[in-house]
């Protein structure tokens, strides 16, 4: 693989599994954060009047929105800025394969030119919790994980497991392994 020319660090897992609370807290400490793509498509339909499950009633539709997403955002942020990523670009691969889509051209083109310095899988939690746009169950949340391990696997990122364990073990823990003090 060739060499990370960013200084962007993904936290991904399943849902429900503790990305948006360690995004929040990152934020509060002063790093830089990128929130999830799928909820800012979610937040902006529920805006124009759509609900949830009209926006995910053609699944794969929604899908290629969230990627389109995910490669305007990496486009406009500064790669040398350390950035913290809820969610990262071989995250679609993951939910793809889960739904049994096909891989078109320009998806793969977007995963190809993706690198980060580091992928923080979660594990999961052991509890599960619904929100107005998470419409997965735990189920989901265990098989998805294995494909987004396998996910930024094939690309030649190995995730770094991070335990289940409290919120600020793992800030600890991420922050250790990125080497920065508590403030960006």
Request: aromatic share 10%; net charge negative; no cysteine.
């Amino acid at each position: 693989m060739s060499k990370v020319s960013n200084n962007w660090y993904v936290i991904t897992g399943g849902p429900s599994s503790g990305k948006t609370s360690l995004i929040d807290e990152l934020n509060k400490l002063g790093h830089r954060t990128i929130p999830e793509a799928a909820r800012i498509v979610i937040d902006e339909a529920i805006k124009k009047g759509i609900s949830v499950e009209e926006l995910r009633a053609d699944e794969k539709k929604f899908q290629d929105e969230v990627m389109r997403l995910k490669g305007e955002i990496e486009d406009s942020y500064d790669k040398n800025v350390l950035t913290f990523f809820d969610r990262g670009i071989h995250d679609t691969l993951a939910y793809f394969r889960f739904y049994g889509y096909e891989i078109d051209s320009w998806i793969k083109d977007l995963m190809d030119g993706a690198r980060y310095q580091q992928v923080f899988l979660l594990e999961p939690l052991n509890t599960f919790k619904k929100d107005y746009a998470r419409t997965e169950d735990h189920n989901f949340a265990k098989q998805l994980h294995k494909l987004l391990h396998d996910a930024y696997t094939e690309f030649e990122m190995e995730p770094t497991h991070v335990p289940a364990m409290s919120l600020d073990d793992r800030l600890k823990f991420i922050l250790d392994k990125v080497k920065v003090g508590q403030t960006a």
